[in-house]
């Protein structure tokens, strides 16, 4: 087994290519003696700003207090630090939703363009790359940290429009990449089509023999990893199967103004299928960047399931002393911090494939947003969240920054992930100071 690659193993089984992406990331069959650490990150998104008397920890320091909207993290409190006064100091084109969003990952002004905001001159795409596809190309680089994908885009409720208040992830200047918000989608693109959409024809039953003969020649702890893999594939097909059947049936679209974006009723369900779908995508090391897109900036998410009818960013607008408006905000971020906590759980109550502990022992997942606070459309003290475990990130605290630039947190990411080599991100001018110190 030590003297065949991965690829030459599965060959000299009579094991289908259909069945790769089931066995891609077992240890057994990397043909390795000691199992292959692995270093993940996940950027999550939400819009529209915060609230920030209920959000920021305060005081800040090593006893983590949390705020009502982060009240969810409870149980991963050792795992979280909180970054207070990260800055995106990005100026240029574009209005301050525009520049939160495609310069949030990025890091650098805009270009020019003809696509006008609420406010500022207009603008067009990013000028540069946004930092998760930047960790993308260095560990596609080398072949220990070579995966299937790279990356993986995920999205919920993103609506079917590209402008610069819907694409945060850029391979380039001027080349947006778009999140999949499909879980029938990604489950395509992760697995393989479904012969028959309308019968939902399995694709596990097509590989089932192949995956008996590989079990077989796999460890103990390789062989309940895929099996819990393919229960997780099981699962997945089976509610894919009931959402398709549900979307036939219920929540029928009314007639409204076509301005006002409508999210549908169950944002919720797709929601956890996504991340079931992320997770299971790390675990099986199909990538090791991935982002989680909620909505989009200047969304009007209508959060139904949360009995609120206005949308999102019209709420997002009202004053602080409107006390129905501000309940409302505050139960919006409340939902989207259960999200990340979800995301959390999973990740924790999956075995690390190629090592000890948890997965979340392994990962770093950051929560952002375009804005500081909603009504004010501030750029300064965008929320920054952090859950897991990353090499030189101190955890269980919070941290007050002096204004940092976002791009030194983008850095830091990139040294964090073994980019050491990278020494500005985006706009050089605001890397002075180099990488933050997390430890």
Known sequence: MSTLNRRQFLQHLGVSAAALPFLAGLPSLRGATLPQKRQRVIIMFSPNGTLPNEFWPDPAGEELVLKPILEGLAPYKDRTLILNGVYNKIR??????????????????????????????????????????????????????????????????????????????????????????????????????????????????????????????????????????????????????????????????????????????????????????LVNALAND?????????????????????????????????????????????????????????????????????GEGSMLDHTLIVWTNELGKGNSHTLDNIPCVMIGGCPGFKMGRSLKLDKVPHNRLWLTLAHAMGHDQLQTFGKAELCEGGVLNLG
């Open 92 to 277: 240029g084109d574009g209005d301050s939703h525009m520049r939160g969003m495609s310069c949030l990952l990025t890091a650098n002004e805009l270009l020019p363009g003809n696509i006008r905001g609420g406010g500022g001159s207009p603008a067009g795409w990013a000028s540069s790359i946004s930092i998760d596809q930047e960790i993308k190309n260095f560990l596609q680089g080398q072949a220990a940290t070579h995966t299937r994908f790279g990356s993986l885009e995920f999205g919920v409720a993103v609506p079917d429009r590209a402008d610069p208040w819907t694409r945060m992830s850029y391979s380039g200047a001027n080349q947006p990449v778009a999140p999949i918000d499909n879980p029938y989608q990604m489950f395509g693109k992760l697995y393989g089509k479904m012969k028959d959409r309308d019968s939902l024809v399995s694709i596990l039953d097509d590989v089932r023999d192949d995956l008996t003969k590989v079990s077989a020649k796999l460890s103990a702890r390789d062989k309940a990893l895929l099996d819990q893999h393919v229960t997780l594939v099981r699962n997945l097909e089976q509610e894919l199967q009931r959402t398709d059947t549900d979307a036939k049936l219920a929540h029928p679209m009314p007639e409204l103004d076509p301005s006002v974006e409508l999210v549908n009723d169950n944002t919720p369900q797709i929601s956890r299928m996504q991340i079931d779908l």
């Open 286 to 354: 199909m990538t090791r960047v991935a982002t989680l897109q909620y909505m989009r900036s200047v969304g009007q998410a209508q959060m139904r399931w949360l009995g609120i009818q206005e949308g999102h960013h019209s709420l997002s607008h009202e004053p602080d002393t409107n006390k129905d408006s501000y309940a409302k905000l505050q139960k919006i971020n409340q939902w989207f911090c259960g999200e990340l906590v979800y995301l959390a759980k999973r990740l924790a109550e999956t075995p690390e494939p190629a």
